[in-house]
């Protein structure tokens, strides 16, 4: 008799993506959640049902390009995301090169979207705390621009401030292209 051998996640075929963001009604639809917003749509365009409560945050499983993947959505707020991500990372033994993070950036114009393989943190504070807490900062994220902060805001006002009425058509399109870019990037570095 044969006997088909178990399947199992192996950490270093496992990608995990996190969306960045703050918890909570009143930062639902805040510049600083476009991390959450984009991994919002990822999820939904590959059917992963992020409803699972570990880590610090809210997680699903699932295929993003054929590939075994969680997203993850902490709910730490925003400076302290690192505390969440490393969690997920230690239970499924990720390698950080694929851990992919998903955030907003005020140094890319609206609407914009960048993927790095590697970077610093800027001036982004969840991205501090990601690098922190992962010990590196050589892993790929996908910036969602939302910048430049408009004169005479500052930047803590600006970033948790509701996404401008005006801004909102081209800012869903930007989600969308962040969760496209997620998928490409799997893709292509399997």
């Not at 075929?13 to 963001?21: A, E, I, Y």
């Not at 400076?79 to 950080?96: H, L, Q, R």
């Not at 930047?155 to 930007?174: A, G, N, Q, R």
């Amino acid at each position: 008799m044969f006997f088909k051998k178990k399947e199992t996640i192996n950490g270093k075929d496992l990608w995990l993506v996190v969306g960045l963001g703050n918890p909570g009604k009143q930062y639902t639809y805040t510049w600083h959640n476009c991390g959450f917003l984009s991994t919002e749509i990822l999820a939904q365009r590959n059917s992963i049902s992020v409803t699972k409560v570990k880590f610090k945050g809210y997680y699903g499983k699932g295929k993003i390009s054929g590939k075994d993947a969680i997203i993850l959505r902490p709910t730490t707020y925003m400076n302290n995301s690192g505390e969440s991500v490393i969690e997920a990372v230690k239970f499924f033994k990720i390698d950080p090169s694929h851990v992919i993070i998903v955030y907003d950036d005020i140094d890319i114009q609206v609407g914009k979207i960048r993927v790095r393989p590697s970077g610093s943190a800027g001036t982004h504070n969840g991205m501090k705390s990601v690098i922190y807490h992962l010990g590196t900062q050589d892993f790929p994220r996908v910036r969602i621009g939302c910048g430049p902060v408009p004169e005479k805001w500052n930047l803590v006002d600006f970033v948790l401030s509701e996404i401008f009425e005006d801004k909102k058509e081209i800012m869903f399109d930007s989600f969308t292209e962040g969760a496209k870019a997620v998928e490409k990037y799997i893709e292509e570095h399997t």
